[in-house]
T-cell receptor, first 118, second 112 residues
Framework: AQKITQTQPGMFVQEKEAVTLDCTYD???????LFWYKQPSSGEMIFLIY??????QNATEGRYSLNFQKARKSANLVISASQLGDSAMYFC???????????????FGPGTRLSVLP | DSGVTQTPKHLITATGQRVTLRCSPR?????VYWYQQSLDQGLQFLIQ???????AKGNILERFSAQQFPDLHSELNLSSLELGDSALYFC???????????FGPGTRLTVL
């Protein structure tokens, strides 16, 4: 089963509007962390925001916020007031406390490509 | 700037050749990860090192090998290169096994 699901391969949003990028995850580990990364066309991977499973409040970083719904196992990224520079690929990732059989505890989703329209 | 450095930025080589990609983690980070990203694909985890020891292994081909040195920098060696090895190779580092991964700018490998 996929650990991280991002159901929106591509999305469009009008400049200055808000947009929500979906991410659902699957884990039985009570302690885990959720991350969002941005990859613009230039290629670099930029860390945006982090949410711990025990955090009581939703994480926020500037125009980025994470809508964390633990019971639904979702960690959607909300970008407010979209800018042209927000056009990029966005990856959701999860870190679990327990290691998988290969020894890894960090997994990335397939990504969502966001295009901001002028 | 994440603080993770990777060299070279671009590499063009021929099939059958061998290349070495280098990564210097952020100051103080003990864990180094290597990822491969083919065109318009997601991130494929290759291998992870923690404080000099191999910690986790993903979809890394036998033609590929890596190591982390005592000064914590890491090298990824790719040999007998094939056209399909053309990709963006990322190095990431984290302070511990459970901290945020910060990515380097990547090395874009083109195999002709």
């Amino acid at each position: 089963a996929q650990k991280i699901t991002q159901t929106q391969p591509g999305m469009f949003v009008q400049e200055k509007e808000a947009v929500t990028l979906d991410c659902t995850y699957d884990t039985s580990d009570p302690s885990y962390g959720l991350f969002w990364y941005k990859q613009p066309s230039s290629g670099e991977m930029i860390f945006l925001i982090y949410q711990g499973s025990y955090d009581q409040q939703n994480a926020t970083e500037g125009r980025y916020s994470l809508n964390f719904q633990k019971a639904r196992k979702s960690a959607n990224l909300v970008i407010s007031a979209s800018q042209l520079g927000d056009s990029a690929m966005y990856f959701c990732a999860m870190r679990e406390q327990e290691l998988n059989p290969s020894g890894q505890n960090f997994v990335f989703g397939p990504g969502t490509r966001l295009s901001v329209l002028p | 700037d994440s603080g993770v450095t990777q060299t070279p930025k671009h590499l063009i080589t021929a099939t059958g050749q061998r290349v070495t990609l280098r990564c210097s983690p952020r100051s103080g980070d003990l864990s180094v990860y290597w990822y491969q990203q083919s065109l318009d694909q997601g991130l494929q985890f290759l291998i992870q090192y923690y404080n000099g020891e191999e910690r986790a292994k993903g979809n890394i081909l036998e033609r590929f090998s890596a190591q982390q040195f005592p000064d914590l920098h890491s090298e990824l060696n790719l040999s007998s290169l094939e056209l399909g090895d053309s990709a963006l190779y990322f190095c990431a580092s984290s302070a511990t096994l459970w901290d945020t991964q910060y990515f380097g700018p990547g090395t874009r490998l083109t195999v002709l």
